[in-house]
């Protein structure tokens, strides 16, 4: 069995280490993207607020003027006209105001879906550092353990941790059969 070189302190724990201090920064950015998505479209809903609730002046009822100007014209040539039963006619503002409020329900919709969605990937992001640091804390143990483990095996073979092969003097082959 060949024992890691002390020279270079590279063992299992330090990559987890160093693996470890990498992710919360990728975490953290992920989080910062997320966040700033939905900033930008909680920004952009609000905007979209604000213009429709500027943009909603008077209408202008051109009934009126339509009816007397077709009035005015068969008079002036002389045609008798008859003048039909006005009908109520539905708003054409008020079409627009409800295609607007259908598409403002849409997109608060997505707003919340994009805020739950948020949620959930900052509950699956704190999992996944937690089970990071479970893990890094395993690979821990397990080099220490493997480290006890080679000095325990370096004593009873008498090999040195330096990777020599000398049996101390008080090394007795009959120690194993008992």
Same mark, same amino acid.
């Given at each position: 069995?060949?024992?890691?070189?002390?020279?270079q302190p590279? /063992?299992?724990? @330090?990559?987890?280490? @160093?693996? /470890?201090?990498?992710?919360? #920064?990728?975490?953290?950015?992920?989080?910062?993207?997320? &966040?700033? =998505?939905? !900033?930008?479209?909680?920004?952009?809903?609000?905007?979209?607020?604000? /213009?429709?609730?500027? $943009? =909603?002046?008077? #209408?202008?009822?051109?009934?009126p003027l339509? $009816?007397?100007?077709?009035?005015?014209?068969?008079?002036?040539?002389?045609?008798?006209?008859?003048? +039909?039963?006005? =009908?109520? $006619?539905?708003?054409?503002?008020?079409?627009? !105001? &409800?295609?607007?409020?259908?598409?403002?329900?849409?997109?608060? =919709?997505?707003?919340?879906?994009?805020?739950?969605?948020?949620?959930? &990937?900052?509950?699956?992001?704190?999992?996944?550092?937690?089970?990071?640091?479970?893990?890094?804390?395993?690979?821990?143990?397990?080099?220490?353990?493997?480290? /006890?483990? @080679? &000095?325990?095996?370096?004593?009873?073979?008498?090999?040195?941790?330096?990777?020599?092969?000398?049996?101390?003097?008080?090394? @007795? +082959?009959?120690?194993?059969?008992?």
């Amino acid at each position: 069995m060949r024992l890691p070189d002390e020279s270079q302190p590279t /063992t299992p724990a @330090s990559l987890a280490t @160093s693996k /470890t201090r990498k992710n919360p #920064t990728q975490t953290n950015a992920i989080l910062l993207a997320i &966040q700033a =998505q939905t !900033n930008a479209m909680q920004t952009q809903t609000n905007a979209i607020l604000e /213009t429709i609730k500027t $943009q =909603q002046g008077p #209408t202008i009822n051109w009934t009126p003027l339509i $009816q007397a100007v077709a009035t005015a014209i068969p008079a002036v040539v002389g045609v008798p006209l008859q003048t +039909p039963t006005p =009908q109520t $006619q539905t708003s054409v503002a008020s079409l627009e !105001n &409800q295609v607007i409020l259908t598409k403002i329900e849409a997109l608060s =919709q997505s707003v919340n879906n994009l805020a739950q969605t948020q949620t959930q &990937q900052d509950k699956i992001l704190e999992t996944l550092s937690s089970t990071m640091n479970i893990l890094t804390q395993n690979v821990s143990q397990l080099t220490q353990g493997f480290n /006890t483990l @080679s &000095q325990i095996v370096a004593a009873i073979t008498g090999t040195p941790s330096n990777g020599q092969s000398t049996p101390p003097a008080s090394f @007795s +082959p009959t120690f194993f059969l008992s």
